[in-house]
Protein backbone atom coordinates (compact mmCIF):
# COMPACT_ATOMS: atom_id res chain seq x y z
CA UNK A 1 0.00 0.00 0.00
CA UNK A 2 1.66 3.60 -0.99
CA UNK A 3 1.06 6.35 1.46
CA UNK A 4 1.71 9.95 1.34
CA UNK A 5 1.53 12.47 3.68
CA UNK A 6 -1.53 14.57 2.23
CA UNK A 7 -2.83 14.59 -0.94
CA UNK A 8 -1.43 12.29 -3.61
CA UNK A 9 0.22 13.75 -6.85
CA UNK A 10 -2.51 15.31 -9.81
CA UNK A 11 -0.82 13.74 -12.21
CA UNK A 12 -1.65 10.09 -11.15
CA UNK A 13 -3.05 7.97 -14.47
CA UNK A 14 -1.34 10.14 -16.61
CA UNK A 15 -2.84 13.15 -15.86
CA UNK A 16 -0.33 15.49 -15.99
CA UNK A 17 -1.27 19.51 -17.14
CA UNK A 18 -0.35 19.98 -20.11
CA UNK A 19 1.13 23.79 -19.58
CA UNK A 20 1.99 24.47 -23.14
CA UNK A 21 5.03 25.22 -25.28
CA UNK A 22 6.33 24.42 -28.63
CA UNK A 23 9.88 23.21 -27.77
CA UNK A 24 12.27 20.13 -28.68
CA UNK A 25 10.99 16.62 -27.86
CA UNK A 26 11.90 15.64 -24.36
CA UNK A 27 14.15 19.48 -23.91
CA UNK A 28 15.17 20.04 -20.35
CA UNK A 29 13.03 22.32 -18.51
CA UNK A 30 14.76 24.05 -15.55
CA UNK A 31 12.61 24.99 -12.93
CA UNK A 32 13.52 27.46 -9.37
CA UNK A 33 11.13 28.77 -6.59
CA UNK A 34 12.51 31.72 -5.74
CA UNK A 35 9.91 31.87 -2.87
CA UNK A 36 7.57 29.30 -1.79
CA UNK A 37 4.99 30.99 -3.81
CA UNK A 38 6.59 31.51 -7.37
CA UNK A 39 7.84 28.95 -10.01
CA UNK A 40 9.79 30.10 -12.86
CA UNK A 41 10.55 27.88 -16.01
CA UNK A 42 12.88 27.67 -18.80
CA UNK A 43 13.51 25.79 -22.03
CA UNK A 44 15.45 26.59 -25.68
CA UNK A 45 13.51 26.18 -27.82
CA UNK A 46 13.39 24.75 -31.87
CA UNK A 47 14.76 28.21 -32.80
CA UNK A 48 17.42 28.82 -30.37
CA UNK A 49 15.82 31.07 -27.72
CA UNK A 50 15.05 30.55 -24.41
CA UNK A 51 11.49 30.25 -23.67
CA UNK A 52 9.96 31.36 -20.12
CA UNK A 53 6.81 30.91 -18.37
CA UNK A 54 5.76 31.81 -14.42
CA UNK A 55 3.45 31.02 -11.90
CA UNK A 56 2.39 32.78 -8.93
CA UNK A 57 0.36 31.53 -6.20
CA UNK A 58 -3.58 33.11 -7.10
CA UNK A 59 -2.69 32.88 -10.74
CA UNK A 60 -2.01 30.49 -13.70
CA UNK A 61 0.60 29.82 -15.85
CA UNK A 62 1.41 32.73 -17.94
CA UNK A 63 2.44 30.34 -21.04
CA UNK A 64 -0.58 28.33 -21.01
CA UNK A 65 -2.03 28.98 -24.64
CA UNK A 66 1.37 27.79 -26.03
CA UNK A 67 1.99 31.87 -25.50
CA UNK A 68 5.64 31.05 -23.52
CA UNK A 69 7.71 34.61 -23.50
CA UNK A 70 11.01 34.30 -26.05
CA UNK A 71 13.56 36.15 -23.94
CA UNK A 72 15.95 35.66 -26.55
CA UNK A 73 19.56 34.33 -26.99
CA UNK A 74 20.50 31.84 -30.12
CA UNK A 75 21.60 28.91 -28.70
CA UNK A 76 21.42 24.62 -29.57
CA UNK A 77 18.39 23.63 -29.63
CA UNK A 78 17.30 21.69 -26.20
CA UNK A 79 20.47 23.06 -25.04
CA UNK A 80 19.97 22.76 -21.02
CA UNK A 81 19.90 25.97 -18.93
CA UNK A 82 21.32 26.59 -15.30
CA UNK A 83 19.36 29.21 -12.92
CA UNK A 84 19.81 31.10 -9.72
CA UNK A 85 17.97 33.11 -7.50
CA UNK A 86 20.37 34.73 -5.03
CA UNK A 87 16.97 36.12 -3.13
CA UNK A 88 13.64 36.31 -4.08
CA UNK A 89 14.38 39.38 -6.23
CA UNK A 90 16.67 38.10 -8.59
CA UNK A 91 16.77 34.93 -11.34
CA UNK A 92 20.60 34.57 -12.93
CA UNK A 93 20.41 32.51 -16.47
CA UNK A 94 23.58 30.49 -17.89
CA UNK A 95 24.09 28.32 -21.56
CA UNK A 96 26.72 27.69 -23.74
CA UNK A 97 26.13 28.73 -27.31
CA UNK A 98 27.29 27.03 -30.19
CA UNK A 99 30.58 28.61 -30.03
CA UNK A 100 31.21 27.31 -26.83
CA UNK A 101 31.04 30.39 -24.76
CA UNK A 102 29.10 30.46 -21.79
CA UNK A 103 26.16 33.54 -21.47
CA UNK A 104 24.44 35.02 -19.27
CA UNK A 105 21.20 36.86 -18.44
CA UNK A 106 19.72 38.52 -15.53
CA UNK A 107 16.22 39.84 -13.99
CA UNK A 108 15.95 41.83 -10.98
CA UNK A 109 12.37 42.86 -9.77
CA UNK A 110 10.87 46.20 -10.75
CA UNK A 111 13.08 45.26 -14.62
CA UNK A 112 13.22 43.53 -17.50
CA UNK A 113 15.28 40.71 -18.47
CA UNK A 114 18.74 41.98 -19.35
CA UNK A 115 19.01 40.03 -22.74
CA UNK A 116 15.94 40.62 -24.38
CA UNK A 117 16.73 41.29 -28.87
CA UNK A 118 19.30 38.55 -28.26
CA UNK A 119 21.71 40.39 -26.15
CA UNK A 120 23.06 37.78 -24.17
CA UNK A 121 26.58 38.92 -22.41
CA UNK A 122 29.38 36.26 -23.11
CA UNK A 123 31.03 35.72 -20.66
CA UNK A 124 34.13 33.30 -22.11
CA UNK A 125 35.33 30.08 -22.21
CA UNK A 126 36.21 27.58 -24.96
CA UNK A 127 33.39 24.43 -24.45
CA UNK A 128 31.73 21.91 -26.01
CA UNK A 129 28.64 23.18 -27.60
CA UNK A 130 25.90 23.34 -25.82
CA UNK A 131 27.42 21.47 -22.92
CA UNK A 132 25.47 21.95 -19.46
CA UNK A 133 27.16 24.64 -17.34
CA UNK A 134 26.24 24.26 -13.55
CA UNK A 135 25.26 27.71 -11.57
CA UNK A 136 25.08 27.68 -7.76
CA UNK A 137 24.95 31.00 -5.63
CA UNK A 138 26.56 29.90 -1.81
CA UNK A 139 25.18 33.33 -0.93
CA UNK A 140 23.29 36.27 -2.26
CA UNK A 141 26.33 38.18 -3.45
CA UNK A 142 28.02 35.57 -5.51
CA UNK A 143 27.45 32.65 -8.11
CA UNK A 144 30.56 30.00 -9.28
CA UNK A 145 30.02 28.15 -12.13
CA UNK A 146 31.11 24.90 -13.77
CA UNK A 147 31.49 22.97 -16.64
CA UNK A 148 33.65 20.01 -18.28
CA UNK A 149 35.88 21.49 -20.93
CA UNK A 150 37.02 19.62 -24.37
CA UNK A 151 40.24 18.25 -22.78
CA UNK A 152 38.05 17.04 -19.93
CA UNK A 153 39.21 19.18 -17.30
CA UNK A 154 36.46 21.29 -15.08
CA UNK A 155 36.64 25.16 -15.42
CA UNK A 156 35.22 27.44 -13.22
CA UNK A 157 34.45 31.27 -13.57
CA UNK A 158 32.97 33.17 -10.33
CA UNK A 159 31.37 36.55 -9.80
CA UNK A 160 31.16 39.01 -6.63
CA UNK A 161 28.75 41.55 -6.15
CA UNK A 162 30.59 44.71 -6.85
CA UNK A 163 33.15 42.89 -9.62
CA UNK A 164 33.03 41.27 -12.87
CA UNK A 165 32.94 37.51 -14.14
CA UNK A 166 36.85 36.03 -13.38
CA UNK A 167 36.41 34.12 -16.70
CA UNK A 168 35.96 36.77 -19.76
CA UNK A 169 38.31 36.49 -22.02
CA UNK A 170 38.10 33.32 -21.89
CA UNK A 171 40.17 32.69 -18.69
CA UNK A 172 37.91 30.39 -17.10
CA UNK A 173 40.10 28.66 -14.11
CA UNK A 174 41.00 24.98 -14.87
CA UNK A 175 40.78 22.87 -11.61
CA UNK A 176 41.55 19.71 -12.95
CA UNK A 177 39.94 16.05 -13.38
CA UNK A 178 39.86 13.80 -16.61
CA UNK A 179 36.61 13.52 -17.52
CA UNK A 180 34.19 12.97 -20.60
CA UNK A 181 34.16 16.47 -22.77
CA UNK A 182 31.18 17.78 -21.55
CA UNK A 183 30.39 15.77 -18.75
CA UNK A 184 27.64 17.30 -16.02
CA UNK A 185 29.08 18.62 -13.30
CA UNK A 186 26.94 18.63 -9.66
CA UNK A 187 27.64 20.97 -7.05
CA UNK A 188 26.57 21.68 -3.44
CA UNK A 189 27.09 24.28 -1.04
CA UNK A 190 27.01 23.76 2.22
CA UNK A 191 27.57 26.95 3.84
CA UNK A 192 28.64 30.49 2.22
CA UNK A 193 32.33 28.90 2.84
CA UNK A 194 32.27 25.62 0.97
CA UNK A 195 31.53 24.18 -2.12
CA UNK A 196 31.76 20.31 -3.09
CA UNK A 197 31.74 19.07 -7.01
CA UNK A 198 31.25 15.40 -8.51
CA UNK A 199 31.41 14.19 -12.08
CA UNK A 200 31.08 10.89 -13.37
CA UNK A 201 34.57 9.80 -14.93
CA UNK A 202 35.57 7.62 -18.10
CA UNK A 203 36.01 4.97 -15.88
CA UNK A 204 32.64 4.86 -14.22
CA UNK A 205 33.61 6.05 -11.45
CA UNK A 206 32.60 9.31 -9.59
CA UNK A 207 35.23 11.85 -8.27
CA UNK A 208 35.21 14.65 -6.28
CA UNK A 209 36.87 17.81 -5.05
CA UNK A 210 36.14 20.33 -2.80
CA UNK A 211 36.86 24.02 -1.66
CA UNK A 212 36.58 25.92 2.01
CA UNK A 213 37.09 29.40 2.15
CA UNK A 214 40.82 30.23 2.83
CA UNK A 215 42.30 27.36 0.63
CA UNK A 216 42.04 26.06 -2.78
CA UNK A 217 40.41 23.10 -4.84
CA UNK A 218 40.97 19.55 -3.28
CA UNK A 219 41.65 18.30 -7.20
CA UNK A 220 44.09 20.62 -8.82
CA UNK A 221 46.81 19.17 -10.59
CA UNK A 222 44.37 16.15 -11.46
CA UNK A 223 44.07 14.60 -8.30
CA UNK A 224 40.05 14.26 -7.60
CA UNK A 225 39.16 11.88 -5.18
CA UNK A 226 37.59 8.70 -6.72
CA UNK A 227 34.82 7.73 -4.10
CA UNK A 228 33.90 4.96 -6.12
CA UNK A 229 30.63 3.00 -8.40
CA UNK A 230 30.71 1.04 -11.64
CA UNK A 231 28.36 3.48 -13.94
CA UNK A 232 27.77 4.57 -17.33
CA UNK A 233 30.76 6.83 -18.42
CA UNK A 234 29.92 10.64 -17.69
CA UNK A 235 26.56 10.01 -16.36
CA UNK A 236 24.61 12.32 -14.32
CA UNK A 237 25.07 12.42 -10.34
CA UNK A 238 22.80 14.20 -8.69
CA UNK A 239 24.39 15.71 -4.98
CA UNK A 240 22.15 17.02 -2.58
CA UNK A 241 22.77 18.47 0.83
CA UNK A 242 20.07 18.09 3.28
CA UNK A 243 22.14 19.88 5.90
CA UNK A 244 25.29 21.72 6.40
CA UNK A 245 26.60 18.21 8.03
CA UNK A 246 25.53 15.92 5.12
CA UNK A 247 25.39 15.31 1.62
CA UNK A 248 23.77 12.24 -0.92
CA UNK A 249 24.43 11.36 -4.28
CA UNK A 250 22.09 9.72 -6.71
CA UNK A 251 23.37 8.05 -10.28
CA UNK A 252 21.37 5.41 -12.26
CA UNK A 253 23.49 2.57 -13.25
CA UNK A 254 24.39 0.25 -16.15
CA UNK A 255 21.59 -1.92 -15.54
CA UNK A 256 18.89 0.59 -14.31
CA UNK A 257 18.58 0.94 -11.00
CA UNK A 258 19.47 3.67 -8.78
CA UNK A 259 22.95 3.68 -6.55
CA UNK A 260 23.24 6.21 -3.68
CA UNK A 261 26.52 7.00 -2.12
CA UNK A 262 26.17 9.72 1.56
CA UNK A 263 28.38 11.67 3.48
CA UNK A 264 28.47 13.17 7.02
CA UNK A 265 30.36 15.45 8.92
CA UNK A 266 33.07 13.11 10.45
CA UNK A 267 33.03 9.70 8.35
CA UNK A 268 33.90 8.76 4.73
CA UNK A 269 31.60 8.05 1.62
CA UNK A 270 29.49 4.93 2.41
CA UNK A 271 30.00 3.72 -1.42
CA UNK A 272 34.43 3.83 -1.14
CA UNK A 273 35.21 0.59 -2.79
CA UNK A 274 32.11 0.62 -4.82
CA UNK A 275 29.80 0.22 -2.38
CA UNK A 276 27.38 2.01 -3.68
CA UNK A 277 23.63 1.12 -2.44
CA UNK A 278 21.64 -0.17 -4.76
CA UNK A 279 17.88 1.48 -4.04
CA UNK A 280 16.18 -0.02 -7.16
CA UNK A 281 13.83 0.62 -10.21
CA UNK A 282 14.46 -0.69 -13.51
CA UNK A 283 15.24 2.64 -15.79
CA UNK A 284 17.32 3.66 -18.42
CA UNK A 285 20.91 3.31 -17.85
CA UNK A 286 22.50 6.35 -17.25
CA UNK A 287 19.67 8.87 -17.26
CA UNK A 288 19.17 11.71 -14.43
CA UNK A 289 17.56 10.85 -11.23
CA UNK A 290 16.27 14.22 -9.84
CA UNK A 291 16.79 14.41 -6.29
CA UNK A 292 15.07 16.65 -3.31
CA UNK A 293 15.67 17.38 0.28
CA UNK A 294 12.08 18.88 1.32
CA UNK A 295 13.51 18.96 5.16
CA UNK A 296 16.75 17.47 6.64
CA UNK A 297 15.17 14.66 7.66
CA UNK A 298 13.20 14.12 4.04
CA UNK A 299 14.33 12.73 0.50
CA UNK A 300 12.53 12.60 -2.72
CA UNK A 301 13.80 11.09 -6.17
CA UNK A 302 12.00 10.83 -9.51
CA UNK A 303 13.23 9.61 -12.29
CA UNK A 304 11.08 8.86 -16.12
CA UNK A 305 11.05 5.38 -17.16
CA UNK A 306 11.63 2.99 -20.04
CA UNK A 307 7.63 3.87 -20.44
CA UNK A 308 7.49 7.38 -20.69
CA UNK A 309 6.07 7.28 -16.66
CA UNK A 310 7.67 9.40 -14.17
CA UNK A 311 8.61 7.39 -11.10
CA UNK A 312 9.79 8.50 -7.78
CA UNK A 313 11.02 7.23 -4.47
CA UNK A 314 10.86 8.80 -0.85
CA UNK A 315 12.77 8.14 2.25
CA UNK A 316 12.12 9.78 6.00
CA UNK A 317 14.76 9.40 8.96
CA UNK A 318 14.44 6.46 10.76
CA UNK A 319 12.51 4.61 7.33
CA UNK A 320 14.67 3.28 4.48
CA UNK A 321 13.65 3.94 0.87
CA UNK A 322 10.08 3.15 0.02
CA UNK A 323 11.50 2.02 -4.29
CA UNK A 324 13.16 -0.58 -2.49
CA UNK A 325 13.34 -3.92 -4.21
CA UNK A 326 11.75 -2.22 -7.69
CA UNK A 327 8.82 -0.69 -5.92
CA UNK A 328 9.47 3.04 -7.26
CA UNK A 329 5.86 4.38 -7.82
CA UNK A 330 4.55 5.28 -11.25
CA UNK A 331 3.14 8.90 -10.84
CA UNK A 332 2.28 8.47 -14.35
CA UNK A 333 3.01 10.50 -18.19
CA UNK A 334 3.67 9.24 -20.93
CA UNK A 335 6.71 11.22 -21.80
CA UNK A 336 10.03 10.39 -24.17
CA UNK A 337 11.91 7.23 -22.50
CA UNK A 338 14.61 8.11 -20.20
CA UNK A 339 14.22 12.35 -20.18
CA UNK A 340 14.72 15.01 -17.37
CA UNK A 341 12.44 15.62 -15.05
CA UNK A 342 12.86 18.62 -12.94
CA UNK A 343 11.31 18.76 -9.55
CA UNK A 344 11.66 21.02 -7.03
CA UNK A 345 10.53 22.00 -3.26
CA UNK A 346 9.32 25.32 -2.65
CA UNK A 347 8.43 24.89 1.04
CA UNK A 348 8.28 21.38 2.80
CA UNK A 349 5.24 20.72 2.34
CA UNK A 350 5.22 21.31 -1.77
CA UNK A 351 6.73 18.69 -5.04
CA UNK A 352 6.16 20.58 -8.36
CA UNK A 353 7.76 18.29 -11.43
CA UNK A 354 7.94 19.39 -15.18
CA UNK A 355 8.94 17.56 -18.41
CA UNK A 356 8.49 18.06 -22.07
CA UNK A 357 6.55 15.75 -23.50
CA UNK A 358 6.63 13.87 -26.89
CA UNK A 359 4.41 16.91 -28.13
CA UNK A 360 7.07 19.35 -27.36
CA UNK A 361 4.78 20.78 -24.51
CA UNK A 362 5.84 21.06 -21.22
CA UNK A 363 3.69 19.33 -18.30
CA UNK A 364 3.30 19.45 -14.61
CA UNK A 365 2.13 17.43 -11.56
CA UNK A 366 2.67 18.65 -8.16
CA UNK A 367 1.84 17.30 -4.56
CA UNK A 368 0.85 18.96 -1.54
CA UNK A 369 1.69 17.62 1.81
CA UNK A 370 -0.81 18.17 5.00
Do not use: E
Not at 327 to 350: D, E, H, L, Y
Request: charged share 15%; hydrophobic share 35%; net charge positive.
Amino acid sequence: MWWYQGNDWSGIGDRWRNIGGVFPKGAPVTAIAKSSNSIDLFITGNDGRVYTSWWYYGSDWSGLGDRWRSIGGFFPPGAPISVTSRSPGNLDLFVTGNDGRVYTFWWYQGGDWSGINNNWRNIGGVFPKGAPVTAIAKSSNSIDLFITGNDGRVYTSWWYQGGDWSGIGDRWRSIGGFFPPGAPVAVTSRSAGNLDAFVTGNDGRVYTSWWYQGGDWSGLNNTWRNIGGVFPRGAPVSAVAKSRDSIDLFICGNDGRVYTSWWYQGGDWSGIGDRWRNIGGVFPAGRRVTAIARSPKNLDAVICGNDGRVYTSWWHQGGDWSGIGDRWRNIGGVFPAGRRVTAIARSPKNLDAVICGNDGRVYTSWWKGA
